[in-house]
C-alpha cells in the first residue's frame, strides 16, 4: 500500500518515554524469575523458544542505540504511520539476528539491565527531535520510541503467552500508544468513514469506503478491548475466533474487517 501521507495523532514525548522504559522494566522484572526449563519453552512465534523472545525484545529497544549510532540524516522522509506497514519486510533479517544475539547472551539479566542503562543514557542526552534512520525511513527519536513501546506491548503478550502465570503487566501509557498506532494504521490501510472501529477506551477510527456517517448511532459498529485488538492487528489471532470467541462485537454489513487483518506483521 502507499505510504501514509500524515501522521493520525501526536504523541506526548514525556509519557512515551516513560511508557518504553517502564514496560521494558516490567519484562526485565518478570524474566528474572524464569527458569532454565520456561526458558526453553516454545512461543507462539514460529520457531522462538522464550529465551530468543526475550533477547529479542532486547534487540527491539536497542534499535533506537543502532540507529543513533549512525549520523543524523539531513531530514525526515516517513511519518509514524508509515512504521506499521514496513515491518513485515525485515522479518527474515530479524530472526537470523535474533538467533545470533541468543547464542551470545547466556545471562538475560546483565543483557537486559545492559541495554537499560543504556538506553536511560542515551535518551538523557539526545533530544526527541533527533532524526533516525530506520526501517520505515527517517523517523523523529520521538516518533521512533512510540514504535518501540508498540514493539514491548506486542512482545510481552507473546511472553504472557508462552509462559502460563506469568502475567507481565502492561504499562497504561505503552498499551495506549500501541492501540492508537495500530487503530489509526486500520484507517491508513482503509480509509473511508462507514465502518466506526472502538477500542476503548483509547482509539477510535473510521475506515472502509461506503457512506460516510456523520451523527446519532454509526450503521457498522466494531467494538473491543485493547488486548484483542493488539492481538488482532498483529496476526495473533484470527478475526472469527474474536468474533465466535466473543471478543469482538460487529454490527452491520460493513463491520467485517477481518480481510483487512492483520496491520502488521
Not at 526475550?54 to 529497544?61: E, F, Q, T
Not at 468513514?193 to 472502538?198: A, F, H, I, L, P
Amino acid at each position: 500500500m502507499p505510504p501514509a501521507k500524515k501522521r493520525a495523532r501526536t504523541y506526548d514525548p514525556v509519557r512515551t518515554r516513560a511508557a518504553v522504559l517502564g514496560q521494558f522494566g516490567a519484562v526485565r522484572d518478570a524474566v528474572r524469575g524464569l527458569s532454565q526449563e520456561q526458558l526453553a519453552g516454545d512461543t507462539r512465534l514460529a520457531g522462538w523458544s522464550v529465551r530468543e523472545l526475550v533477547v529479542h525484545i532486547g534487540m527491539a529497544v536497542t534499535a533506537v542505540q543502532r540507529a543513533i549510532a549512525h549520523p543524523e540524516p539531513a531530514k525526515a522522509d516517513a511519518v509514524l504511520l508509515d512504521w506499521p506497514f514496513a515491518t513485515a519486510a525485515n522479518s527474515a533479517a530479524i530472526d537470523a539476528f535474533t538467533r545470533d544475539l541468543t547464542a551470545e547472551h547466556h545471562d538475560l539479566d546483565a543483557y537486559l539491565a545492559d541495554i537499560d542503562a543504556s538506553l536511560r543514557g542515551l535518551l538523557a542526552e539526545h533530544p526527541g527531535s533527533q532524526l533516525l534512520p530506520t526501517n520505515a525511513g527517517v523517523l523523529s527519536l520521538d516518533d521512533y520510541l512510540v514504535t518501540r513501546a508498540v514493539e514491548l506491548v506486542v512482545h510481552t503478550d507473546d511472553l504472557n503467552a508462552a509462559v502460563p502465570g506469568l502475567d507481565v503487566p502492561y504499562d497504561r501509557q505503552a498499551l495506549a500508544a500501541t492501540t492508537r498506532l495500530l487503530a489509526d494504521a486500520l484507517a491508513a490501510k482503509a480509509p473511508g468513514g462507514s465502518t466506526e472501529v472502538r477500542v476503548p477506551p483509547y482509539a477510535v477510527v473510521q475506515c472502509v469506503e461506503g457512506p460516510r456517517h456523520t451523527r446519532g448511532t454509526p450503521p457498522n459498529v466494531v467494538e473491543t478491548d485493547p488486548l484483542t485488538w493488539v492481538r488482532l492487528a498483529t496476526g495473533r489471532t484470527d478475526w472469527r475466533t474474536a468474533v465466535e470467541d466473543a471478543k469482538v462485537s460487529a454490527s452491520g454489513e460493513r463491520a467485517d474487517i477481518g480481510w483487512l487483518l492483520p496491520v502488521m506483521s
